[in-house]
């Protein structure tokens, strides 16, 4: 029997069998919309990818924190 080929995510390294239907890059459950089936890099859906709000990673659609003096 052969095993489902196993590539890398292109944004963290992780093993990945799918990829972004928009770019075709390499992408993990982690960085793949269940919405669009779009990365992270590419996904233009109204809600974060869960991973990044989670991981605390910046997202385009957040404002930057103001800084107290």
Do not use: W
Request: glycine residues 2%; negative net charge.
């Amino acid at each position: 029997m052969s095993d489902a080929r196993t590539f890398d995510c292109s944004i963290c390294g992780e093993p990945s069998t799918q990829i972004c239907v928009y770019c075709t890059k390499d992408a993990c459950p982690n960085h793949l919309c269940c919405k669009c089936k779009r990365c992270s890099d590419c996904c233009e859906c109204e809600v974060p990818l869960d991973s990044a709000q989670d991981a605390g990673q910046d997202t385009s659609s957040q404002q930057p924190a103001e800084k107290a003096v």
